[in-house]
């Protein structure tokens, strides 16, 4: 009806239009021909910008934008054309028709980042999905000594918190109201979320972005065909070692708070030294980076402070037919935890300065006298080799990695009572202790201690023939892990001698394969293609030990197998506006939490064994998605835009465990959500106001809601009731976010000035108005200035300003029941201003 309603009026004005823009066409064939494209890198097929498009004998040209796009004005057609950038092999083509024409060059040298970008990074005017670079300088306005998740905060669609309030320590990322174990994380290609709870641990990686050559954040689905499965998005690292600034730099930084009220001094200190050059060796030039890295901070809230230690060493070797690259990073953090947050119910006032700082791990009251007893102890190393070589007229790169993590958890517990001491002794293995039986009190420091790891290859063959493009590939990872849990002290009379006393004990495997196939094809001049599949499965196997209250009922082995496709088709409209479309799907296995406990014998695991399988069914179904995107890109040298709308169909969310409930005879585990809906539209701009000022932003519209969920009334795991949540929105799900950035580019330096708004939140399933978070808007603003007055060395300045007008706002939050009419809101809150100056010194 809609269709009818407007054709009829607008059919003679459309058809005006056509025989119009025909003639005009038309008339502009018959004076010269217009030569338009992109210029592409042949291996990656990414943009190059810059490149020099000639005729042949004569002095007409032009060069490629930002983005590879060029147009040419000819007088006649055949032309010939000679193509250059300092970076590729010259090439000259001969041109007999106008219209659109890909110029494709030969790197001079194959590049470390080629073996990347083909099977996980999308590429403008190609890949049909929503992305958003962001680039090195975007990085250095953006990033000091936090955690990267803060740093991705200005991109549409993402949001990034912490618990201690001022980005360090456990800092956590949405990407379209998707947390972090949804979200495929890559370091150099390699996946970074753990294969069991699917989680990234930012904490472990202090430092990574010193060396970085940018970041990838793909929306929805995206690109990623190996790794773990992806639903909100995937947030894609890469290092550089061939393209750093030659010398030794040496980096200190110091910051503070400059809230108003009462002084407040928890500073935040970081001192790095990095090495980037060129070395012979066996006659081959070999390019070298090593750095080195301390950062500390206090944090914001009482008691939640970090240290972090972190290295990176990397060699990388290029010829015209191969590269070359070995890789190596070290994390070591001690990280005090503030996982509580404030309840207001408890007395405490969040418009209080002191009150807000609040942290429950910190209190000695409730932690047998002691401030700094919880705490997180962990270090990961990352080893990689990766080559691609020439093969024919196609490219074969190979990764080989291991990725191995050794820490625990540290955490004061203790008990009292009757009912439950004999309970709290024999969970923690003591009741066999002499002098266990004289307790009237038990106080102890336990320790869950996690030694794992995994070791993994990725291999993928890329070839162009003609019109199409092809890679395929796969990713095989074998996991293993150690987990235990040991008490490692008694602190009550009659218990103190005891030390690393072990109280369970387990074992998990778990091997993951992926064989992927990308297409790309070229149908027009305008108009291409793509086409995605991807076969992924996992084999999980749990072998719990018998000990104390633990009685190896826990055993079991799980089997997964997945078929996801991706199609979409991108046209280029003009030069400079390209469209698109796309459909996905995207499936993920339960992760170890949502199957069982490690360290709880009382709740058996969510599984069926059968003695006529090999494998036990799970209660838990894997999640599915469906993911549709349209978009339009418009980029131009002064002015870009780029427009995403999106409908995301999510099947079998798993529910937090606490939600899930037994129903029916056979006792069926309700653990799934039937669907929710994430849709939505995301909007960025750019504008070159002058050649020294740049005004961007974006805004993120959406609505994630439950379109069928039922669940317990009050978290407390079929007990509180049962509840329709249906229609309710998904907490944790802002429904507006806009960054806005004003950034000022000077022969001395930079300044910018940024604000980030963030729409109400609700923290509970009921979407209750009274405990949900406000809205909020944020100003930071930094500078950079490079001294003048140092000849042989580069002196750089930089002075970063949060939270200008001293804001007291809330991040997350969550609440529980302690009876059924006595709900806990609870809130963690970010930190007030503060600042963090650096200086940066390379010889």
């Not at 680039?135 to 740093?151: L, R």
């Not at 072998?543 to 997964?560: E, I, N």
């Amino acid at each position: 009806m809609f269709l009818q309603s407007i054709l009829p009026k607008n059919a003679f004005l459309l058809t005006v239009v056509v025989i119009l823009t025909r003639f005009s066409a038309g008339n502009a064939v018959l004076a010269s021909d217009v030569l338009t494209g992109r210029v592409l890198s042949d291996v990656s097929r990414e943009p190059i910008p810059g490149a020099n498009i000639q005729l042949v004998g004569q002095t007409t040209g032009t060069m490629s934008d930002d983005y590879g796009n060029y147009s040419l004005l000819v007088e006649k057609l055949p032309v010939d054309l000679t193509v250059t950038h300092i970076a590729f092999q010259p090439r000259q083509i001969h041109i007999v028709l106008g219209g659109t024409h890909d110029i494709r060059l030969k790197p001079n040298v194959l590049s470390g980042q080629d073996i990347l970008v083909t099977a996980n990074r999308a590429i403008s005017g190609q890949t049909p999905i929503a992305f958003t670079e962001i680039g090195v300088e975007d990085i250095k306005d953006n990033y000091n000594h936090q955690d990267v998740p803060m740093v991705l905060r200005e991109s549409p669609g993402v949001y990034a918190y912490s618990d201690a309030g001022n980005g360090v320590g456990y800092t956590y990322v949405t990407i379209r109201g998707f947390k972090q174990d949804r979200i495929g994380v890559m370091l150099n290609g390699i996946p970074l979320n753990d294969p069991e709870a699917h989680a990234v641990y930012w904490v472990d990686h202090g430092d990574i972005l010193a060396s970085s050559g940018g970041i990838q954040i793909q929306r929805g689905v995206g690109n990623a065909l190996y790794g773990a499965a992806t639903f909100g998005g995937s947030i894609n690292m890469v290092t550089e070692v061939q393209d750093l600034p030659a010398g030794v730099a040496v980096k200190t930084g110091y910051g503070n708070y400059l809230q108003s009220g009462p002084e407040l001094s928890l500073p935040s200190l970081k001192m790095s030294m990095s090495y980037a050059g060129d070395a012979m060796v066996m006659g081959t030039p070999v390019a070298m980076y090593a750095r080195i890295s301390r950062l500390n901070s206090e944090g914001y809230r009482s008691g939640s402070g970090t240290g972090q230690y972190s290295g990176h060493l990397a060699m990388e070797w290029n010829s015209p037919k191969s590269s070359t690259r070995i890789e190596g990073f070290i994390g070591d953090e001690v990280t005090h935890f503030a996982w509580d947050g404030i309840a207001p119910a408890y007395g405490f006032d969040l418009t209080d300065r002191n009150d807000r700082r609040y942290n429950f791990y910190a209190d000695p009251d409730y932690n047998g006298g002691l401030r700094a007893a919880n705490k997180d102890v962990f270090q990961q190393w990352i080893l990689s080799l990766k080559h691609i070589r020439q093969m024919g007229s196609g490219y074969l790169g190979t990764t080989i990695y291991h990725v191995d993590g050794n820490g625990y958890y540290e955490q004061y517990k203790g008990e009292d009572g009757a009912d439950d001491l004999p309970d709290f002794l024999g969970l923690y293995h003591l009741l066999t202790v002499s002098g266990a039986d004289t307790l009237t009190r038990a106080e102890i420091i336990r320790r869950k201690w996690l030694d794992n790891g995994y070791s993994g290859v990725i291999s993928q063959y890329t070839i162009n023939w003609g019109k199409l493009t092809s890679a395929t590939g796969f990713d095989y990872r074998d996991y293993a892990a150690h987990h235990f849990g040991q008490v490692h002290e008694g602190l009550s009379a009659g218990i103190s001698q005891i030390h690393d006393v072990t109280y369970y004990n387990d074992r998990t495997k778990k091997q993951s394969y992926t064989g992927f196939q990308h297409l790309v094809y070229q149908v027009t001049g305008n108009l291409s293609s793509l086409l995605n599949l991807r076969l992924h499965g996992h084999r999980y196997n749990m072998d719990q030990g018998v000990l104390g209250a633990f009685d190896g009922s826990h055993d079991f082995k799980l089997k997964y197998d997945f078929l996801d496709w991706q199609a979409g088709i991108n046209y280029q409209i003009t030069p400079k506006i390209a469209s698109y479309m796309s459909v996905a799907t995207s499936q993920r296995e339960p992760s170890d939490g949502d199957i069982f406990s490690h360290d709880d014998p009382d709740t058996p695991p969510a599984v069926i064994i059968q003695s006529d399988s090999k494998y036990a069914t799970a209660l838990v179904d894997a999640e599915k998605l469906w993911d549709y995107e349209a978009g339009l890109n418009w980029h131009f040298a002064q002015f870009a835009f780029d427009f995403n709308m999106y409908w995301m169909d999510f099947k079998n969310e798993l529910v937090p465990v606490d939600f899930r409930y037994s129903s029916g005879s056979d006792q069926i585990l309700h653990a799934n959500a039937e669907g929710t809906i994430h849709r939505g539209i995301e909007i960025s701009a750019r504008y070159n106001l002058s050649n020294r000022l740049i005004f961007s932003g974006n805004t993120t519209l959406s609505d994630s809601y439950f379109k069928s969920f039922q669940g317990d009334s009050l978290g407390w795991g079929g007990f509180g009731g049962i509840a329709d949540y249906s229609g309710r929105k998904i907490p944790g799900s802002p429904a507006v976010m806009a960054n806005l950035k004003l950034k000022g580019q000077f022969g001395w330096g930079d300044v910018w000035l940024s604000s980030q708004s963030v729409g109400k939140q609700y923290i509970d399933f009921m979407n209750r108005e009274d405990a949900a978070i406000q809205g909020f808007t944020v100003l930071n603003c930094g500078a950079r200035y490079q001294v003048p007055f140092f000849q042989s060395n580069q002196v750089v300045i930089s002075l970063w300003l949060n939270n200008l007008t001293d804001k007291l706002y809330e991040t997350f939050g969550y609440n529980y029941f302690n009876a059924p009419d006595e709900r806990i809101d609870v809130y963690w809150p970010a930190a007030t201003r503060n600042w963090f100056g650096e200086i940066s010194v390379r010889f």
